[in-house]
């Protein structure tokens, strides 16, 4: 019993002394330089339910996105989510612009561990087909 203590009162320490780490814990967006002309305000809207909270500088970081290690985690998300692909600093010179469409299609966007976090941006099945077409149209 006494070892199960000091083991709480150290995951305690621990957990208290990374929170000094500032990594995962600005959470300013860079300004919004150009997005894409989308289709309609559908489809754009589908996207920014579904995509910008890792594809753009408009995140909405959530109240948990604070605490180390999630910060820490959260954070290197968006940063690798914005350097794959990001809405808000949009160009043509992506190389495969149909495979944003088919990671929706494929299921591998947005990801099962975003979709499980209670209140995010769950798509339906219709929505998932309708984002689907309004991105092709959107690249065509």
């Not at 914005?82 to 010179?93: C, K």
């Not at 088919?102 to 995010?120: A, C, D, F, H, R």
Request: charged fraction near 25%.
């Amino acid at each position: 019993m006494r070892r199960i203590k000091y083991g709480i009162v150290a995951a305690l320490v621990v957990l208290s002394a990374i929170q000094i780490v500032p990594y995962g814990r600005t959470t300013s967006n860079p300004p919004v330089i150009n997005e894409p002309e989308w289709d309609t305000k559908a489809t754009r809207d589908l996207v920014v339910r579904a995509c910008f909270d890792c594809h753009s500088n408009e995140t909405h970081y959530p109240w948990y996105s604070r605490v180390a290690p999630v910060s820490w985690w959260t954070q290197n998300h968006i940063d690798e989510g914005r350097d794959d692909l990001n809405f808000s600093e949009w160009s043509w010179d992506y190389d495969e612009l149909d495979e944003i469409a088919g990671s929706v299609k494929e299921g591998e966007m947005p990801p099962n561990y975003y979709t499980l976090i209670p209140g995010s941006r769950n798509l339906t099945e219709s929505e998932r087909q309708e984002l689907i077409r309004g991105l092709m149209a959107t690249f065509e």
